[in-house]
């Protein structure tokens, strides 16, 4: 039988989900509630599409259109999440999915359609020059500290976590504290000169994913110094949005918060893999996650442009936002929570 498309509805919203979760090269970005939380937190339009033949699904893609004045207008697989594009048990279905992209992409006049790959490129699709990396590998645990960090990070790290417990007395705790981490969190970008994402998207975030997420959040005497919000999908673990106070530098607050992501999910949830995310070659995060012990690898951002069209070059390596990084650094964090939100929504 013939593949046929359909848009993705509550009915349809579980077999979406047990296909991505069945697949191997399936991912968390990949999950139907993103849908429903990109709407929600930035007023995105999405275009969820599933592909069946006789009766069963052989394909899922994600499609949210960023469309902003300063940032451009960009059809992507997935804005704000760091893995994307179609995936799809046949060719046929590979096919009809990549058909539909080119024709939603042309039929709403965006100029800019994007997939982001994980294993390989697109054949004949444009790329870029090698940009983001992710920092993925295996984690064990045997429910021995001493044991468990020299299995699993290197020995400069094991210093600063064992420093964070023994010397400044951080401890952590887990949740859905989704308030605190935005309060935190705020900050460190602030600090780092990026527009912060608005509260209410950690929370969507947090109820999407009711059983799939927790919050990490570092104690120095009872004030949060380090938070992360972290997802958990099959037996992967994935801190994704997390950030420092000042002090967390002078305390280790940061080492200890990654340790204690790893600890207790390989503990108390069974993960066997440490995904730690997406950064930018040339800059300290891609550096920070090297010396971790994680080994890069090269994502895909793969591109069909319309006539005319470029390859999207919004982050903060570019040169023409220097000024401007320098400037929000200066601004009070009232004032960059504020201006932050309506600004991130096009930088996903």
Not at 74 to 85: A, N, R, W
Not at 166 to 193: C, P
Request: aromatic share 10%; net charge positive.
């Amino acid at each position: 039988m013939a593949v046929t498309l359909r848009e993705l509805d509550a009915a349809g919203a579980p077999a979406w989900d047990a296909f991505v979760r069945g697949r191997p090269e399936g991912t968390f970005f990949h999950l139907s509630p993103w849908a429903a939380v990109i709407r929600g937190a930035f007023g995105h339009s999405t275009h969820y599409v599933m592909a069946e033949q006789d009766g069963a699904v052989v394909g899922v893609l994600p499609l949210a259109r960023m469309k902003t004045r300063l940032f451009g207008d960009l059809l992507s697989s997935t804005p704000f999440c760091v893995y994307g594009g179609s995936l799809a048990a046949t060719p046929e279905a590979a096919a009809a999915l990549e058909a539909h992209a080119l024709a939603l992409r042309d039929r709403l006049g965006a100029p800019v359609l994007e997939f982001r790959r994980r294993g390989a490129p697109d054949p004949g699709w444009t790329g870029r020059a090698p940009l983001y990396f992710t920092f993925r590998k295996p984690i064990r645990m045997t429910g021995d500290d001493a044991k468990d960090m020299a299995a699993n990070i290197p020995r400069k790290q094991r210093a600063e976590v064992r420093k964070a417990i023994e010397k400044f007395g951080l401890r952590s705790v887990s949740d859905s504290d989704t308030r605190t981490l935005h309060r935190v969190y705020a900050e460190s970008v602030r600090n780092l000169g990026s527009p912060v994402f608005p509260r209410r998207y950690f929370r969507l975030l947090a109820e999407a994913f009711p059983g799939e997420h927790d919050v990490t959040t570092v104690l120095a005497g009872g004030t949060p110094v380090a938070s992360v919000l972290n997802f958990h999908f099959r037996e992967e673990v994935l801190p994704y949005y997390g950030g420092g106070l000042p002090v967390a530098r002078e305390n280790r607050a940061n080492e200890f918060m990654y340790w204690e992501v790893m600890r207790r999910a390989g503990r108390e949830r069974g993960a066997t893999l440490f995904d730690f995310g997406r950064s930018k070659l040339g800059t300290g995060a891609f550096d920070y996650k090297k010396n971790w012990g994680f080994e890069p690898e090269e994502l895909h951002y793969c591109y069909r442009l319309a006539e005319g069209a470029a390859v999207p070059d919004n982050n903060p390596n570019n040169p023409k936002y220097k000024l401007v990084i320098a400037a929000w650094k200066r601004l009070p964090i009232p004032v960059a929570n504020l201006l932050g939100p309506p600004l991130v929504r096009g930088l996903g």
